[in-house]
């Protein structure tokens, strides 16, 4: 799994602090070129964006934690039991610095891997060009070119394509140092140092703010040359080994300056503090103890098990970074199961909802089969295609075991920023109950939150179809509540249907309509069929009217001069029954499209305790 940045510093300096300390303990007892191989461990920890999926990461301690957070700007706090949860940045001027970390820190990181990579190449390229004009071929008992150049400080293995052996003339007069310096430059060749040097120089590019890599970096450097010394005696001979520290002395006396800062260039020496103990190395020799091989092994297995490891989230932390991952592209609701819980069979993940399908609604389920089997994927990423279905919900519900069985549940339709459609109620409204010959049913279908009450006022609407035409002379016992707020006013008429010819299906609400239609009061107009059942049909029409409030207000004034509103309406009628419904919306009051559409479908009128 990939590795978070702050995982990679924290892991990083664990198991470069662990190589200083084993250094120092097994310094003697060890081969030193084992020991310089195992710098190698370093390198690919810092180099590899990758972490194992393991449960025994030094980043499962709190501490480490605590250390991560400095890292990341987040502050922590550690419960009982040592589970580390983060925690809100500090207030006032820790917040605002976090906030702002998160788009400097990455400027700043990116800005010094740039200048650190151009000092390196300009280093290296100046380096290249000084030996180039100062070099003359030389024969020499050597697998490599060798080349003498005046002026040189140091012997050194130089070039990453095709390696040379670069020698000071001083000494091409003294065979014998001669043959040490080009033995001691043809094992850095074989141990591939002048690769390992480059890959040094990467490490510092890409961490050049973290002492420690530069620390690794100087260690791991000393032990190459005393890896080397190790190799060039063995190839040599016992009987040179006393010769060949000579030369080495008299190479580090020679010494004008520094070794190459920053140049990938492999010495003969690597600097004149270190002299002593390496000759003492080289006088004495180094064979590796059985118990120290074996300690060291066993360290090694251990550090590459906390430090190439991720952390194992605890099941909550497993269940934030799931819902964390929850996305929406615009097609698709997608999440990713957390790479740093293992395994991936715990999860009991349940996703569902409801489709809008017309007036009705029907159950859905998703990734039932991953979830029946129990074949999750660690750091997959599933989606949810939502096509052109319209949901009125759709959850997650997700469970891990635990000492407390941690769950999280998840409105994915608010986490992808989904309004929902419409839940719609059923409601059955008796009409005409003045005459009980004339009694009939009306269902439809309302949004959650809305209520049908009765708006009979006794001496007000009981009274036989007035011939005004008007949406107010209907009568209208009910009236369309959301809370307190008025929505609607539903009414109901008789009509008498048209016989004297044939009407078209599509015109037949011409006949029903034309009070409604035809009004100077209340005109519905022009209006749309939704949805026809065996008696009749339901619709949506556009309703203008006059602002009965405002005539109230002003008596004296015409018709005419009376304010006009504009709104919605929803049609109904039973040729059978011969009575048709009409509800007219308040302006201001107006459901959207889709749901206006799936109540006029649910409208529908029959006779009484028929529906």
């Known amino acids: 799994m990939i590795a978070s940045v702050s995982e990679l510093l924290v892991a990083s300096s664990v198991l470069i602090l662990a190589l200083l300390v084993l250094r120092q303990l097994l310094r003697g ?12 461990l370093a390198a690919l920890r810092l180099l590899l964006p990758f972490s194992l999926p393991a449960g025994s990461s030094v980043m499962n301690l709190s501490s480490a934690r605590r250390v991560e957070a400095v890292i990341t700007g ?8 040592g589970t580390a949860v983060p925690g809100p940045a500090a207030a006032g001027t820790g917040a605002a610095a976090a906030s702002e970390g998160v788009s400097v820190l990455p400027v700043l990181w990116l800005a010094g891997v740039l200048a650190a990579a151009v000092w390196f190449l300009f280093v290296n390229l100046r380096f290249a060009r000084q030996l180039r004009a100062a070099r003359r071929p030389m024969a020499a008992d050597c697998s490599l070119p060798v080349y003498r150049v005046s002026g040189l400080s140091s012997p050194c293995l130089f070039g990453l394509l095709r390696p040379a052996v670069y020698v000071p003339t001083e000494v091409t007069g003294d065979p014998a140092m001669l043959r040490h310096i080009l033995v001691h430059e043809e094992s850095h060749w074989r141990q591939r140092d002048h690769i390992w040097a480059l890959v040094r120089a990467v490490c510092l590019c890409l961490y050049w703010f973290d002492p420690l890599v530069w620390a690794a970096a100087a260690a791991s450097r000393e032990d190459c040359e005393r890896a080397c010394d190790e190799r060039a005696v063995r ?28 140049c990938t260039a492999t010495t003969m020496s690597a600097g004149r503090n270190s002299l002593q103990r390496r000759i003492a190395l080289i006088v004495s020799g180094t064979r590796t103890r059985i118990w120290a091989a074996a300690a060291l092994a066993v360290c090694a297995v ?20 799931l819902e964390n991952s929850i996305a929406f592209d615009g097609t698709a609701i997608t999440f990713t199961l ?24 029907m159950s859905v389920h998703f990734l039932e089969q991953e979830n029946a089997d129990r074949s999750w994927q660690a750091g997959q990423t599933y989606s949810i295609a939502l096509g052109e279905t319209t949901y009125r919900s759709l959850q997650m519900d997700a469970y891990l075991p635990g000492d407390e069985d941690p769950s999280l549940t998840v409105d994915l339709l608010a986490k992808a920023g989904i309004e929902p459609a419409a839940a719609l109620s059923t409601y059955y409204v008796t009409f005409g109950s003045e ?54 006013t539903l009414k109901y008429g008789r009509y008498t249907p048209y016989t004297e010819e044939p009407v078209p299906p599509e015109d037949e609400y011409k006949t029903v309509y034309t009070e409604l239609r035809l009004s100077s009061v209340d005109i519905w107009n022009p209006y749309t069929a939704v949805s026809r059942y065996d008696q009749g049909e339901s619709g949506i029409a556009d309703v203008i009217y006059k602002d009965s409030a405002y005539m109230e207000a002003h008596p004296e004034e015409n018709m005419a001069s009376v304010p006009e509103l504009e709104t919605k309406g929803l049609l109904c009628f039973n040729r059978e029954l011969e009575v048709y419904i009409a509800l007219r919306f308040e302006p201001d009051q107006v459901p959207d499209e889709d749901t206006l559409t799936l109540i006029a479908g649910s409208l529908q009128i029959g006779p009484v305790g028929t529906l």
């Open 235 to 262: 190839v040599l001979g016992e009987p040179e080994r006393i010769a060949y520290g000579h030369t080495l002395v008299a190479v580090v006396r020679r010494m004008r300056g520094p070794v190459y800062p920053g």
């Open 302 to 321: 251990v550090l590459i098990g906390c430090t190439f490891t991720g952390r194992k989230a605890d099941p909550q932390q497993a269940l934030d970074e």
């Open 435 to 488: 005459t009980e010959d004339s009694a009939f049913d009306l269902r439809l279908m309302l949004p959650g939150g809305w209520e049908v009450r009765s708006g009979l006022e006794e001496g007000v609407y009981n009274m036989p179809n007035s011939p005004t035409v008007s949406f107010a002379s209907l009568l209208s016992p009910m009236d369309i509540y959301n809370g307190d707020v008025l929505v609607g």
């Open 29 to 40: 007892r060890i081969s030193r070129r084992l020991q310089y191989s195992l710098w190698g």
């Open 74 to 81: 987040q502050t922590v706090r550690v419960q009982a039991g």
């Open 338 to 361: 957390p790479e740093s819980y293992t395994p991936a069979s715990d999860w009991n993940i349940l996703v569902y909802g409801q489709a809008a399908m017309g007036t009705d609604n």
